[in-house]
């Protein structure tokens, strides 16, 4: 039995979205946007109109905000509904049953099972992250799946353990969460439409933002905090970057490409550039940041990166006027 939601992809020929290049400063943003990035832009709509979420990113002490597309705005944007999976059977079986009925099916999984992050976490590292099941062929135990910025495949003994084919009712056992997204009540837009409701999105988004500036704090709380990063070493450090660091520059490359999306052909392009450019600056910053701060940690060496701080911080304020001129 196969089952397929989006049919006709194929992980050996599939191709990404424009905001997954290869060459982006941050290929990958975090687990849950990417994935929509990559589901729209296979259901072929314009994935780049629901990012002013990322606008309202704010430094919460010991992370960024994890910045994720509202079910509201996804729904309103392009007719796509989410709703929550009572998982209360085995995930295989609700899987044939949704995905049969054109119906994706999101949910956490442990990145041990899943090929596509050979030399991170495949079979060396139980990681919660979050896969799209698309493709489901039970008899040949294949499963096709967004994760991250791609779509692939995994199966054999990948598939048994990802989908816990056989594995008898555990009451030990807390199954991961899950939605399941429909398809059927998509609606296709003009383009000017869509530019037009995700000009009000960003509005909406740039006066929820942050009242002072989050950079400043970010950069205030490092400082603080470094002394105790070296000391716990290179492991402790990386997985307090994937949480503050590249949660921060990978956003404002995304709000980068917003802005210059928004500003295609508006009176206002000169304004939006102007945004993008300062956003981009933010999410340079962020790539040579993370890269220095290791070099410090893995070598017990001082950094001193108040300048750099104060560089973004800048570019935050800037950049944030200069959106709210645009708009």
């Not at 109109?49 to 996804?74: I, R």
């Not at 970057?241 to 999306?261: V, Y």
Request: charged content about 25%; proline content about 4%; aromatic content about 12%.
């Amino acid at each position: 039995m196969r089952v397929a939601a989006i049919p006709d992809l194929d992980p050996a020929t599939y191709a990404r979205h424009m905001v997954h290049a290869e060459d982006r400063v941050w290929v990958e943003k975090n687990c849950y946007v990417d994935i929509w990035l990559e589901l729209l832009h296979s259901a072929k709509l314009e994935p780049r109109a629901m990012l002013p979420f990322v606008l309202g990113v704010d430094f919460e002490g010991d992370q960024w905000t994890f910045y994720k597309p509202g079910h509201d705005e996804l729904r309103d944007l392009y007719g796509v509904d989410v709703q929550e999976l009572n998982m209360w059977r085995p995930l295989l079986d609700q899987a044939v049953d949704f995905l049969g009925a054109g119906k994706l099916v999101s949910v956490e999984a442990d990145a041990w099972n899943l090929p596509d992050t050979s030399g991170t976490d495949y079979r060396t590292k139980h990681t919660k992250t979050t896969i799209v099941l698309n493709d489901l062929d039970v008899e040949r135990q294949r499963l096709g799946y967004f994760h991250n910025a791609g779509y692939y495949a995994l199966e054999g003994d990948d598939f048994v353990a990802a989908l816990r084919v056989g594995v008898a009712p555990d009451p030990n056992y807390m199954p991961f969460y899950g939605e399941f997204i429909r398809l059927d009540r998509v609606e296709r837009k003009s383009d000017g439409e869509l530019r037009a409701e995700s000009r009000a999105l960003a509005k909406k988004h740039l006066a929820r933002r942050p009242k002072d500036n989050p950079v400043a704090r970010f950069g205030a709380r490092f400082t603080t905090d470094l002394a105790w990063i070296t000391k716990e070493g290179l492991g402790f450090y990386h997985a307090w970057a994937f949480g503050t660091t590249r949660q921060l520059g990978s956003a404002f490359e995304l709000a980068a490409i917003h802005a210059r999306w928004l500003g295609e052909g508006d009176a206002n392009a000169a304004h939006f550039e102007e945004a993008a450019i300062s956003f981009d600056k933010i999410s340079t910053s962020m790539k040579t940041f993370i890269l220095k701060g290791a070099r410090a940690v893995n070598g017990k060496k001082p950094l001193d990166a108040s300048a750099m701080f104060e560089e973004t911080a800048a570019a935050w304020s800037s950049g944030m006027a200069a959106l709210e001129r645009a708009l």
